[in-house]
Each structure stands twice: as structure tokens, then as C-alpha cells.
């Protein structure tokens, strides 16, 4: 028997998508506009327990390993640093001055830096060391990492990866094939270590991340020699975990006008 006509599969399919996912303004503008609505079909709380989960997996394994915050002077000197940032965060959302920020040094010679939902972070000595940071570039990763939190970055990615997931589910049932589910830490886990940002997402957190560079009395300027250093480090290009954003220059031009951009913001902290 036939019960449902094959056209009817992709309105169906739109139709049930359309009923899980909500529109959300996940942060307020600030000073350099960031106004992008977005779509989701899984909640905050959920996405910041999964982080949670696996920082908190992620922190154990590099203190077996004898990996985590080996430097004292080192990790109270980025600490000072994400405090500062974290301490701006109601610009962009006041909500965010709740969250248990958290920060750590890990150990390893890679050039990376995060910030997982609800503020739980990490930067590596590599990046640190290698790249001779000076405390303003610090502030540039760590500004541009902590916009990725406010943005709800992981939750949109993980939406969009659960929007097709549903929609695969869908069509196996109406098809009569197939089954879906997905562990909701592991999607976490794979869209943050695993899945490089969008460029739109990229942009975001660059100009989000000068801005509250600014308002903790960082030079926002920091974030173009940070990018030429990191450039240079990867033979022009960038490092791997950065490999879809904008190309060089495009971005060395954003960074600048967005930099001058702020540049009375931080003029006015560092009074």
C-alpha cells in the first residue's frame, strides 16, 4: 500500500525541522555590530553540560599526563589576562557574567587556543612560546576564543549537524530505512576540536574579540601582529585549526579597520 506520495518527503521533512529549531539572538551588537540572528534546535544548557563534561574530561587527562599548568607565573599571568576579558563579556550578554569561567595552560608544543560553552578554556605553551605573545596578543586569542562562547558558535553547529541528522531520520521513517541518534558530548566535542569554523563565524569572533580586547585595556592592534606572527609560523598560511578562515590578507585588512574601530574603548579603560 501506499501511503505516502514521494513528493510529499522533503515538505514533510521542512515542516519537521522547521518545529525543532528556534530563531535565537544569542548577543547584543556591541560597538562593532554583530547582529546575525540564528537557528536552534538544541538549548543552551544542554550544549554548556556537555562542555562541562568534556573540559572536565579534557583537564584530567592533561594532569595524568603531568600537561596541565606546569608554570605557575605562566598560568596566573593568562588568568589575569582572561579575567580581565571575561569581566567585559556583559557587552555582548550579561547572562555570560554568571558562568563559571574557567581557564588552563596545557602543556604541548601545538599553536592552539579554545573556549568551549559556558566559558571553560584552554591555551597551549606552544602557541604561547613559540609565538613569544606579549600580553595584548594574548588577550587577541583569547578575546577572539571567548566571542566563539558568546556567539554559541558549538550549539549552532551542533543545531545545523542535528538538522540534518533529523532530516535523514525523517526519511528513513517515511521510507521505512534506517535510524538516528547521536550522543549530544560527543557532537559537542567533534564540532569544537574537530570541525573548523565558518568563515562567518570566523569574522564574528575577530571583530567581537578586538572589542572586548578594548574594553580590558588590551590594544585591539594586537590581533594583526598576533595573525602575522601565526602566519609566519605556518609558512603564510595559518595553522591547521584555522584553516577555513578568511585568507591573510583579508583578514589583516578586517583586523585593522575593526581594531581602529575600538581603539576609543580602549583609549578610555586605559585611562
Known amino acids: 500500500m501506499k501511503v505516502l506520495g514521494r513528493s510529499l518527503i522533503p515538505a514533510l521533512l521542512a515542516a519537521s525541522i522547521a518545529t525543532a529549531c528556534q530563531t535565537v539572538q544569542t548577543?547584543?551588537?556591541?560597538?562593532?555590530?554583530v547582529d546575525r540572528t540564528q537557528m536552534m534546535m538544541v538549548s543552551a544548557q544542554e550544549v554548556e553540560q556537555a562542555s562541562r563534561q568534556q573540559y572536565q574530561q579534557m583537564v584530567a587527562e592533561a594532569r595524568g599526563k603531568n600537561a596541565l599548568n606546569r608554570d605557575p607565573a605562566q598560568v596566573q599571568r593568562?588568568?589575569?589576562?582572561?579575567?580581565?576579558l571575561a569581566a567585559q563579556a556583559g557587552a555582548f550578554r550579561q547572562d555570560a557574567l554568571r558562568w563559571q569561567w574557567e581557564v588552563n595552560v596545557f602543556s604541548s608544543n601545538e599553536l592552539n587556543a579554545w573556549c568551549m560553552a559556558g566559558g571553560k578554556m584552554a591555551i597551549y605553551t606552544g602557541l604561547i612560546e613559540r609565538l613569544n605573545l606579549t600580553d595584548d596578543e594574548i588577550a587577541a586569542v583569547m578575546g577572539h576564543e571567548i566571542a566563539h562562547a558568546l556567539r554559541?558558535?558549538?550549539?549552532?553547529?551542533?543545531?545545523?549537524?542535528?538538522?540534518?541528522?533529523?532530516?535523514?531520520?525523517?526519511?528513513?521513517?517515511?521510507?521505512?530505512?534506517?535510524?538516528?541518534?547521536?550522543?549530544?558530548?560527543?557532537?559537542?566535542?567533534?564540532?569544537?576540536?574537530?570541525?573548523?569554523?565558518?568563515?562567518?563565524?570566523?569574522?564574528?569572533?575577530?571583530?567581537?574579540?578586538?572589542?572586548?580586547?578594548?574594553?580590558?585595556?588590551?590594544?585591539?592592534?594586537?590581533?594583526?601582529?598576533?595573525?602575522?606572527?601565526?602566519?609566519?609560523?605556518?609558512?603564510?598560511?595559518?595553522?591547521?585549526?584555522?584553516?577555513?578562515?578568511?585568507?591573510?590578507?583579508?583578514?589583516?585588512?578586517?583586523?585593522v579597520d575593526y581594531a581602529a574601530r575600538v581603539m576609543p574603548l580602549y583609549e578610555r579603560a586605559r585611562r
Not at 27 to 33: D, E, K, L, N
Not at 78 to 84: E, G, L, P, Y
Open 27 to 33: 548577543t547584543a551588537g556591541g560597538a562593532v555590530g
Open 78 to 84: 593568562v588568568r589575569t589576562i582572561v579575567s580581565r
Open 152 to 255: 554559541e558558535h558549538a550549539r549552532e553547529k551542533v543545531s545545523k549537524s542535528m538538522a540534518t541528522g533529523l532530516g535523514v531520520s525523517v526519511a528513513g521513517a517515511l521510507l521505512g530505512v534506517g535510524s538516528a541518534g547521536q550522543d549530544l558530548m560527543g557532537m559537542v566535542a567533534k564540532v569544537s576540536f574537530e570541525l573548523p569554523n565558518s568563515r562567518e563565524y570566523e569574522i564574528e569572533a575577530d571583530r567581537m574579540g578586538v572589542e572586548l580586547a578594548a574594553r580590558a585595556g588590551y590594544d585591539p592592534r594586537a590581533a594583526v601582529t598576533l595573525w602575522n606572527k601565526m602566519a609566519g609560523a605556518s609558512n603564510g598560511g595559518p595553522p591547521q585549526w584555522l584553516s577555513t578562515h578568511p585568507s591573510h590578507a583579508t583578514r589583516q585588512r578586517e583586523l
